[in-house]
């Protein structure tokens, strides 16, 4: 049973604050209280992500980024009812008050219907050769070592199966009997997994041309094999279907501090001296939502990375959305990174 109380923040609270409590409880919403815990405002998963893109800082009040007429029901709200409201209004969650506004509960559609069938085709990229693990991945291809006892690919496909998905494709290249023999057809997990295979590299994206004789009616959601994110996936979907895009980047925020004072000038004068800044900016986070309609324009064997796909849709002017995440993510590309996956294990199996 989750527990509603944890979501509950004042208005003066951070949206650093908001963003722990979001991936501690796993329950998209934050309910914003007044001092007799009265419902003031609410803030959503996606509430969040706005914010994160128009540069607001984590020490920016929830009271500026709240709705502050949010949708409630009352606790003797038939579930009907509440089903009702949340369909109509298409939203996953609604706190529950009594008639003077005071939070008594929170609603959430999947407690209340249970886990969402989603036929949404996964496509795991799993061909590369993964040099910078070696002599690690001299054996065993990277989306295969473990971490806490699992496979790192093994974990990601676990993952989706708890959200829902079961229809998965797994690209492979290097060592790719490893893969066959381990996952097999999917049935120990009860689901279907299928294989593309590149008989040379083809990049990030031009494995997925090898789709297109698949019937394919939903978008896919592509994920690298070699990540552990505690993104919620169908969040994501609703993302890229809400706003209508043709294909979504999911990114994260880096951060990369100078050693050194900066120095602004200006004519030969000094302007300003920044001690030690600290740039911000958006990374390639490897997880992407990508429309049918998109895999008949990757040419059939030909190498073509995801980034030079995408650039190329947005100069045909098609809409590629971009989804800031603020979960926990990690790209396993060197040894330090699987040692924190190793150490955080722990979050995963």
């Given at each position: 049973m989750y527990e509603w109380k944890k979501v509950i923040l004042n208005s003066s609270d951070t949206m650093?604050?908001?963003?722990?409590?979001?991936?501690?409880e796993a329950l998209r919403i934050i309910m914003v209280a007044d001092h007799t815990n009265k419902l003031i405002g609410t803030i959503t998963d996606g509430d969040i992500r706005r914010s994160l893109l128009l540069n607001m800082g984590l020490?920016?009040?929830?009271?500026?980024?709240?709705?502050?007429n949010p949708k409630t029901v009352y606790e003797n709200d038939s579930d009907e009812k509440v089903l009702s409201i949340m369909r109509v209004e298409d939203i996953?969650?609604?706190?529950?008050?009594?008639?003077?506004?005071?939070?008594?509960?929170?609603?959430?559609?999947?407690?209340?219907?249970?886990?969402?069938?989603l036929d949404n085709i996964v496509f795991l990229m799993a061909g590369g050769f993964g040099k910078r693990l070696k002599p690690l991945t001299d054996s065993t291809p990277k989306p295969l070592?473990?971490?806490?006892?699992?496979?790192?690919?093994?974990?990601?496909?676990?993952?989706?199966?708890?959200?829902?998905?079961?229809?998965?494709?797994?690209?492979?290249?290097?060592?790719?009997e490893?893969?066959?023999?381990?996952?097999?057809?999917?049935?120990?997990?009860?689901?279907?997994?299928?294989?593309?295979?590149?008989?040379?590299?083809?990049?990030t994206a031009g494995s997925l041309g090898l789709m297109k004789k698949t019937k394919i009616k939903e978008?896919?959601?592509?994920?690298?094999?070699?990540?552990?994110?505690?993104?919620?996936?169908?969040?994501?979907?609703?993302?890229?279907?809400?706003?209508?895009?043709s294909a979504t980047l999911c990114v994260h925020e880096h951060k990369d501090q100078i050693d050194y004072g900066v120095v602004t000038s200006l004519n030969n004068k000094l302007v300003n001296i920044e001690e030690k800044p600290i740039n911000k900016f958006f990374i390639n986070a490897g997880i992407y939502i990508i429309n049918p309609s998109l895999i008949n324009d990757i040419e059939d064997g030909v190498y073509l990375d995801m980034p030079d796909f995408l650039k190329r849709q947005t100069?045909?002017?098609?809409?590629?959305?971009?989804?800031p995440m603020h979960e926990y993510w990690l790209d396993i590309g060197q040894i330090k990174?699987?040692?924190?996956?190793?150490?955080?294990?722990?979050l995963f199996t």
């Open positions: 650093s604050k908001a963003i722990q409590v979001l991936n501690e020490d920016t009040k929830l009271l500026n980024i709240m709705h502050k996953l969650q609604i706190p529950i008050i009594d008639q003077q506004g005071i939070i008594i509960g929170l609603k959430n559609i999947q407690n209340s219907i249970g886990v969402k069938r070592l473990l971490i806490g006892g699992k496979p790192i690919l093994e974990i990601i496909i676990k993952q989706c199966i708890e959200q829902g998905f079961h229809n998965f494709v797994i690209s492979t290249h290097y060592k790719a490893m893969f066959k023999q381990y996952f097999g057809d999917g049935d120990k997990w009860g689901v279907s997994i299928k294989y593309v295979h590149e008989e040379a590299p083809l990049g978008p896919i959601l592509v994920l690298n094999g070699d990540l552990l994110t505690k993104v919620d996936f169908e969040n994501l979907l609703n993302f890229h279907d809400v706003n209508s895009f100069a045909s002017n098609i809409e590629v959305g971009v989804f990174q699987l040692k924190k996956a190793q150490k955080d294990s722990n």
